[in-house]
């Protein structure tokens, strides 16, 4: 009986061993034939074809690289702009005028939002290279999308987060933060940085549609940082105007809750409709995806309490201001090293998209009840 039970492993590993061979050869029969026509070639082939090869190992280098590592990641950056000694509201002079001191160099306090936002977009473009918009990314793997394969694409994906969550900010800052009730001036620093961040996230220098020579993408992003810096630096000039009223923090919170509420029903429509566990090619850039857009509001609301400090202590908000910040954190936690789309059911492959849909949804319902204590 146990011979039997031998020679049937031994032929099992034979042919599994064979099967790997033949899978060794099909994959080097190609180097094999190229080195060999490599060879008989003159010098005068060789020479470019060798260039050619060089650049493309170079290229492929330096994308791998970029993409694998992250520069300036850190769930608590905000911590360094030091928000809790600030005692001042936005906008409001740090030495108080009195109309028998006027002071034509006066200061204001700047917003903390603002920078943020910049801060964001400098990490995205300046500190790493914008991913979505690199020529090998968009040529993807083979003709393949590079999102609709495993790996090379989290840093991507990352960064469109961000990128949602700074665009949806910076149409707040637009439309109500920075200018006084609906009837006031649009200003144009802010304007110009909205108008430059919705701007494609895939242009590279050469494009087919529209055909012709582009600007890259994370040019207008850098032309973003300039106008929102210098809003900051005429906010502090106190040539500016920011308006913390509450309705104001009504609304932007709204709008956060709306934008992750949108995330959430994507990752519940991957996570029910699809469950192949770790093979799942597309689920690592949703959760990407939803994670840097936790990444970038959480940054953002930890601003915007610096920034309606007034607001938030007037109506009782602290406690829940704070839990709700927490929750963001508790969600940034959540950093696994391969994405699995398993069955919520199942046993052996873990369902990292139904965790991180739970967290947005925590996420929203404490900024649903935050707006419902300012809306009272």
């Known amino acids: 009986m146990m011979d039997a039970v ?144 495993p790996f090379l694409d989290n840093k991507a994906a990352f960064q469109r987060g961000v990128n949602q969550a700074v665009r949806r900010t910076a149409v707040e800052l637009v439309d109500t933060l920075g200018r006084v009730r609906g009837t006031s001036g649009i200003n144009g620093d802010l304007q110009d940085a909205r108008g430059n961040l919705q701007f494609d996230e895939y242009s590279w220098y050469f494009g087919l549609n529209p055909f012709g020579f582009k600007t890259p993408t994370p040019s207008y992003y850098r032309a973003a940082i300039n106008s929102l810096r210098k809003f900051n630096v005429d906010l502090a000039a106190c040539n500016a105007t920011f308006d913390t009223r509450a309705d104001n923090l009504v609304q932007f919170v709204d709008r956060i809750a709306n934008d992750l509420g949108s995330t959430s029903a994507i ?78 059911s199942g046993i052996i492959m873990p369902t990292h998209l139904a965790t991180m849909g739970f967290y947005i949804l925590r996420t929203r319902s404490n900024l649903v009840e935050v707006r419902g204590v300012l809306d009272r």
């Open 6 to 149: 031998s020679a049937f492993f031994r032929r099992a590993g034979a042919a599994i061993g064979r099967v790997l061979q033949l899978a060794f050869a099909a994959i080097v029969w190609p180097f094999m034939a190229a080195h060999g026509w490599y060879r008989q070639r003159h010098l005068m082939i060789k020479v470019p074809v060798a260039a050619a090869l060089i650049f493309l190992v170079g290229l492929y280098g330096y994308f791998i690289w970029q993409t694998q590592v992250w520069t300036g990641f850190d769930t608590n950056f905000t911590e360094r702009y030091r928000l809790s000694e600030r005692t001042v509201p936005v906008g409001q002079p740090l030495v108080p005028q009195t109309p028998a001191v006027t002071d034509p160099a006066r200061s204001c306090q700047s917003s903390a939002i603002v920078e943020t936002v910049a801060d964001l977009t400098d990490q995205n473009v300046n500190q790493n290279a914008w991913i979505s918009s690199m020529l090998l990314y968009r040529l993807g793997l083979f003709g393949m999308d590079w999102d609709r394969t």
């Open 267 to 344: 990752l519940r429509e991957r996570s029910e409709n699809y469950n192949a566990g770790w093979f799942d090619t597309r689920a690592d850039d949703r959760f990407w995806f939803a994670y840097g857009q936790l990444y970038g509001y959480s940054a953002v609301l930890s601003a915007a309490g610096a920034d309606f400090s007034q607001v938030i202590r007037e109506r009782n908000l602290g406690s829940l201001w704070t839990e709700t910040l927490s929750q963001f954190q508790a969600a940034l936690k959540i950093q696994p090293a391969i994405i699995s789309n398993g069955s919520e």
